[in-house]
């Protein structure tokens, strides 16, 4: 059975510079397919102050969660996701799937962690 939406936004996105030394800044857009195809997952980052940057694509296997991390990702024209920067997240998948974003920020010790559901468009 598929549960999940097609199309899901997530308004706070921030990648971190600054570590501890031991655990590294970072954030995760984690998605859940229960569906019993390969989501083929696509997303583009919006910004208060420049165009949006397109293209950083992810699949999650059918019947799979996948934890896509942020800093390991680039888009397709070899572009990582800014750090520093404050942006927006649209998440496109060709299934539906579920979507939940988390941040670890590891700048001062004591690790600061959040995450949320991400708002599924009908």
Same mark, same amino acid.
């Given at each position: 059975?598929?549960?999940?939406?097609?199309?899901?936004?997530?308004?706070?996105?921030?990648?971190?510079?600054?570590? =501890?030394?031991?655990?590294?800044?970072?954030?995760?857009?984690?998605?859940? =397919?229960?569906?019993?195809?390969?989501?083929?997952?696509?997303?583009?980052?919006?910004?208060?102050?420049?165009?949006?940057?397109?293209?950083?694509?992810?699949?999650?296997?059918?019947?799979?969660?996948?934890?896509?991390?942020?800093?390991?990702?680039? =888009?397709?024209?070899?572009?990582?996701?800014?750090?520093?920067?404050?942006?927006?997240?649209?998440?496109?998948?060709?299934?539906?799937?579920?979507?939940?974003?988390?941040?670890?920020?590891?700048?001062?010790?004591?690790?600061?962690?959040?995450?949320?559901?991400?708002?599924?468009?009908?």
């Amino acid at each position: 059975m598929e549960y999940g939406k097609k199309l899901w936004l997530l308004g706070d996105g921030y990648w971190d510079s600054h570590s =501890n030394g031991i655990f590294v800044s970072h954030e995760s857009i984690c998605v859940l =397919n229960t569906s019993d195809k390969d989501a083929k997952v696509n997303m583009t980052l919006y910004f208060e102050d420049q165009d949006p940057m397109y293209d950083f694509i992810a699949v999650c296997g059918a019947k799979r969660t996948h934890h896509i991390r942020m800093d390991k990702l680039k =888009n397709a024209q070899g572009l990582p996701v800014p750090q520093d920067k404050p942006y927006a997240i649209m998440v496109e998948s060709n299934v539906p799937v579920i979507v939940q974003y988390s941040r670890l920020m590891s700048s001062q010790p004591e690790l600061g962690l959040m995450t949320t559901m991400g708002y599924p468009v009908e």
